[in-house]
């Protein structure tokens, strides 16, 4: 058998995104009773961050300890990563050593091209046109709230960025409808779009994709690597911030999620996200319980 890798959601059929899930709930009951759960005792995942991250790394290092196994950090700064080392070569000394390789970094062509030399199991750890293990977590913290996602209405509002990409895909495969409110320039690549057909609907306007929504969804204006760009597009998405005024729209029990880190009063301001309708909480907590599904599916 080929090795499985998780680049995008697309990589697992939808029943097993869903099996994983339930797992997540479960491996979060256990770790609240203090039960111990250590499948991946000897196992080693190497973790390679080409961009910052508190969430994704703590979640996954806390993560291999808890299910037994270690994890590896290797920043760019101190490791033949940052000094030009073929990709194909990384990709097959790694595979040698350690059982799985979760990366973070720029170019998705750039994890395409180590896990096809991989032997190992490669994770997505986001890059610059996805972040998949985000929606596991966002996709778990809906099933704990408001049971199955399948038909509801989901607005993204903001940038067309990896995490917009993300959420078409899972609009895919958990089958329900995405309006996306983005300014024209900062559309979704039209590669994510297209193949998800007329589950997607793009609006100009945040009012129009989240009247009537059942969960609202948003994120930085600026991604990282973006960072020059960050003033021109403070004045570009000043229609687009999550407001009070903005959740009155959506359906009136809606839920409010943000992947973290946020920028308050930009992208959505400090009354939502600690408002009532806001799980962010939730949701970045997930981040541990739905990647250790992940990681005992590929690794275990
Ligand atoms: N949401 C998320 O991936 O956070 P980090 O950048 O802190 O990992
Ligand atoms: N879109 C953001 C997500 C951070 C978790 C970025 O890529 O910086």
Redesign the pocket.
């Known amino acids: 058998m080929s090795t499985r890798h998780f680049l995008s959601l697309l990589d697992l059929a939808p029943q097993t995104l869903q099996d994983l899930l339930a797992r997540a709930i479960e491996l979060k009951k256990w770790l609240r009773a203090d039960k111990a759960h250590t499948p991946l005792a000897q196992k080693t995942l190497a973790m390679v961050f080409d961009?910052?991250?508190?969430?994704?790394?703590v979640s996954f290092e806390t993560g291999m300890i808890q299910l037994g196994g270690q994890a590896l950090f290797l920043s760019p700064r101190d490791t033949q990563f940052g000094r030009g080392e073929p990709i194909e070569d990384s990709a097959r000394v790694l595979s040698r050593m350690v059982d799985a390789v979760l990366i973070?970094t720029y170019e998705h062509a750039n994890v395409e091209t180590f896990a096809a030399h991989s032997s190992v199991p490669v994770i997505n750890?986001?890059t610059d046109r996805y972040?998949p293990?985000?929606l596991l977590a966002d996709m778990q913290t809906w099933l704990e709230h408001r049971g199955s996602i399948r038909g509801a209405t989901v607005a993204w509002v903001g940038d067309g960025n990896n995490m917009c990409h993300s959420y078409i895909n899972a609009a895919r495969q958990f089958d329900f409808q995405l309006n996306i409110a983005c300014p024209e320039k900062y559309s979704p690549k039209a590669y994510v779009l297209e193949p998800a057909g007329d589950r997607i609907r793009l609006m100009g306007e945040a009012a129009a994709a989240v009247d009537g929504a059942d969960l609202v969804v948003t994120d930085v204006w600026a991604s990282?690597g973006q960072e020059q760009e960050a003033d021109e597009r403070l004045d570009v998405f000043k229609a687009y911030q999550v407001s009070e005024s903005l959740m009155a729209l959506a359906s009136k029990d809606a839920l409010f999620m943000h992947?973290?880190?946020a920028h308050r009063d930009e992208e959505v301001t400090e009354a939502v996200l600690n408002g009532p309708q806001s799980v962010v909480w939730d949701e970045?907590e997930n981040?541990l319980h739905a990647q250790k599904a992940l990681l005992e599916m590929l690794m275990g």
């Open positions: 961009k910052s991250s508190t969430r994704t790394r973070r750890g986001l972040h293990c985000q990282m992947c973290l880190p970045a981040r």
